[in-house]
């Protein structure tokens, strides 16, 4: 008995671990030289870079619970209340950012000061972003409909202006979905909303790697398989998979009980089967988005925060970056850029004329420091598009075919493409696997009901 799983991510790690803490041996192939897959790390001189920030939050029990697997739990730090800080342009030396914390009230009520007192925001339009907050804990994010509107749209139904759809539901919609509010699907938005902001009063409780994601993730992960007597082949490229099943290694097939395949979607729809993929194939309706990474090294401290969010500007959120990465001197900000169209094939040279302007508008101390280095990551295909409409794209972990299974954040969790979401895959993956094996008889009924 044996388990291939396809792509070393989150969602194959999360799989291969599940599955051999129940004894099943497992194969992991990953043709990087890396676990990992969207989370890792590389060498900037003295630095070392993730190749964007990743955050998580309390309410994410499935990816904590893969940091605790892999014994890695102590290595990121979780705020004690979620705190906020949120800059705006033109601030002057000494005047403190707007902030969004959360009281000690009991939810749904805990948000309720914060929202009451968010500078940013006319009164007016605060009490209708607590008109709206009301609205939007009633509404189902499972329910279709929802899926067919922008939550912009919904939004502006409910009395959010323009404004308020950027200053105050942006900050979070924007980074949870990477996608505007305007173009991001209602029924994803509610999900983040009532889960994170209105659910338990800690739900929203930011973490942060107190590492580089290598350290975190891949590493870890190379461990803890190799422990429990798995099986990881990096650098090896996988050219395709049949239904018998099998799945060709660098020219070489590789017999399975089952496979999980843990890839992106257009990676799937290219190795598997014709006879695997559902009727229509729709998963290219999923697309994807970008996110940019503006990372800037100061020859000085300039942000007092762990992190901040901006309003009024196009940055988004700015991370300090510099114990995680090694810096010795001065203080390093990476600029995380969701949602990035228009900033993806932008030259470095003109980001920099973009952003470092920015960050003395809203950072007091930069305007005396000194640049010492900028540098840009792209990630192209960072989450596939979180838009109307692409919630029925989105496939189970079974396929059509008995014994292969998909995994990714891609496919339908019932969360946004996001860590959290990764991990869930592999999870859910892993326990239609083992039902597999379990009832080889009803394996074909099996991969129906998985549907």
Not at 28 to 36: F, M
């Amino acid at each position: 008995m044996s388990v291939v799983i396809v792509g070393g991510g989150l969602a194959g790690i999360s799989a291969a671990i599940a599955l051999q803490e129940s004894g099943v041996p497992v194969t992991l192939v990953e043709s990087r030289p890396w676990l990992g897959g969207a989370t890792h790390s590389f060498g900037r001189g003295e630095l070392c870079v993730d190749n964007g920030q990743h955050v998580f939050l309390r309410c994410c029990s499935a990816y904590q619970g893969l940091l605790r697997r892999l014994r890695a739990e102590h290595l990121v730090d979780v705020q004690d209340r979620f705190d906020v800080p949120v800059l705006r342009p033109g601030a002057r030396p000494g005047r403190r950012p707007a902030r969004l914390r959360r009281s000690n009230l009991p939810s749904p009520l805990h948000l309720l000061p914060a929202l009451a007192g968010y500078g940013p925001l006319p009164v007016r339009d605060r009490v209708r972003a607590i008109r709206a907050s009301a609205g939007i804990r009633r509404l189902d994010p499972a329910d279709p409909a929802l899926d067919a509107v922008s939550a912009g749209a919904w939004l502006a139904r409910h009395g959010q202006r323009p404004w308020a759809r950027q200053a105050l539901w942006g900050l979070f919609l924007t980074s949870a979905l990477n996608a505007e509010v305007d173009d991001a699907a209602m029924g994803l938005s509610a999900m983040v909303c009532r889960r994170a902001l209105f659910g338990r009063a800690d739900a929203a409780d930011i973490g942060l790697p107190l590492v580089p994601l290598e350290e975190l993730h891949g590493g870890p992960a190379l461990r803890r398989i190799a422990e429990m007597g798995g099986t990881v082949r990096l650098k090896s490229k996988v050219e395709a998979v049949t239904t018998d099943p099998k799945v060709v290694v660098d020219g070489v097939p590789m017999a399975a009980d089952a496979v999980i395949m843990a890839v992106p979607h257009e990676a799937a729809a290219r190795l598997l089967p014709a006879q695997a993929l559902p009727d229509p194939l729709r998963w290219h309706e999923l697309d994807a988005s970008p996110i940019v990474n503006v990372h800037v090294v100061y020859d000085r401290k300039v942000l007092d925060e762990p992190f901040a969010a901006a309003v009024g500007s196009p940055v988004q959120w700015v991370f300090d970056r510099t114990a995680v990465s090694g810096l010795r001197g001065g203080q390093y900000l990476a600029i995380s850029l969701s949602a990035a169209d228009r900033w993806i094939d932008m030259p470095t040279a003109e980001l920099r004329a973009r952003f470092v302007p920015e960050l003395r508008r809203l950072l007091p101390a930069a305007r005396g420091a000194t640049v010492r280095d900028l540098f840009v990551t792209r990630e192209r295909r960072a989450t596939f598009r979180q838009r109307p409409g692409s919630a029925s794209a989105r496939p189970a972990a079974a396929t059509r075919a008995p014994g292969l299974f998909l995994a990714g954040a891609w496919t339908d969790t019932g969360w946004p493409d996001t860590m959290e979401g990764a991990v869930r895959s592999g999870l859910t993956a892993a326990r239609l696997v083992r039902r597999h094996l379990d009832r080889p008889q009803d394996r074909h009924l099996e991969g129906v009901r998985g549907r």
